[in-house]
């Protein structure tokens, strides 16, 4: 009878030295849900905050948008009116029509287009050609190489402007589309953009493709071009659009106005001491068409090649 006496008092003392943890941990899951409520209502608070900054910003990116539209169809001498008109006292629609009798805008529309769509098929071509180069085939100084050659992005157009005229002069191919699309054809971005999605593809892919007898034209074809289709969107897009946009390269080398592009186009309304600013923003509402319609139809492409490119060093 002592020893059961002994151990119950032992256990009723074991149980009073847990009550104490007991407590905390009672007290604790009480205290649990009003926890989470703080941050959960914290979580949303910053997501407003984050939400209502992204519509600032986007609004300041849109207000010259919105101002280049609406100067499109005002007067001539209403568009740079202080305070800003943003609603014009009378839309003249007729912009959009003259503009086609007062410039060959089609014509423009049609260079621009051309040298855009060419540009941007041989930069795709080329530069995931050079980034499987870079990314899948191993050989001495490959990754030397791919820094001197990305290197490149930071010499200013302006250091070798003057000598590749020189060298397209003496070519022969200057006036002509030829001398941009050899120039533009090969673009260090493209190949640095191109190479970081490449690098998030499992080498193991290339291993297997290369036992079942592949050549190396043939994996980069039947199997990186496939799996690529978000980063090659977004270097089409890209390049396009930087085409499209293009003022210097065309203004150095075209000089008949039946190979303008639409920027150069442009030009039209300036004169030597006035411009019609209302025909110049309606011929750049017009040229900002294309390059929507490309986006809106590309864009999940687009955003996806940007997000997933840099995943991977």
């Not at 820094?147 to 191919?173: D, E, F, H, K, R």
């Amino acid at each position: 009878m002592t020893h059961m006496a002994e151990d119950l008092k032992a256990s009723l003392s074991k149980d009073a030295a847990r009550l104490p943890d007991r407590a905390p941990a009672a007290e604790e899951r009480r205290r649990t849900p009003r926890g989470r409520s703080t941050r959960e209502r914290k979580k949303r608070t910053a997501d407003v905050v984050i939400y209502a900054v992204l519509a600032v910003l986007v609004v300041g990116l849109m207000v010259p948008f919105i101002w280049m539209v609406s100067s499109s169809l005002k007067e001539n001498n209403q568009v740079l009116t202080v305070p800003i008109q943003w609603i014009p006292t009378e839309f003249v629609w007729s912009n959009y029509t003259d503009i086609w009798t007062r410039i060959p805008m089609m014509g423009y529309l049609q260079n621009s287009l051309y040298l855009a769509v060419i540009i941007t098929c041989l930069q795709v071509l080329t530069g995931s050609l050079a980034a499987y180069g870079f990314s899948k085939v191993r050989f001495p100084g490959r990754d030397v190489l791919f820094l001197a050659y990305i290197g490149t992005i930071a010499v200013p157009w302006q250091a070798y402007m003057v000598p590749q005229y020189i060298m397209m002069q003496n070519l022969g191919l200057t006036n002509s589309f030829n001398a941009l699309i050899l120039l533009q054809a090969f673009g260090a971005f493209g190949v640095f953009l191109m190479r970081q999605y490449y690098m998030t593809i499992p080498d193991e892919l290339c291993e297997a493709a290369r036992i079942d007898g592949l050549s190396e034209y043939g994996i980069w074809a039947r199997v990186i071009l496939p799996l690529s289709k978000p980063a090659l969107a977004s270097l089409a897009l890209l390049t396009f659009v930087n085409t499209w946009n293009d003022y210097m390269g065309p203004f150095i080398y075209l000089t008949s106005n039946r190979l303008w592009t639409v920027q150069l186009g442009l030009r039209s309304f300036v004169g030597q001491f006035d411009a019609e600013y209302a025909m110049i923003m309606t011929g750049s509402v017009i040229s900002v068409i294309p390059i929507l319609v490309i986006f809106l139809i590309g864009q999940r492409y687009f955003i996806q090649g940007i997000a997933t490119s840099g995943m991977k060093g």
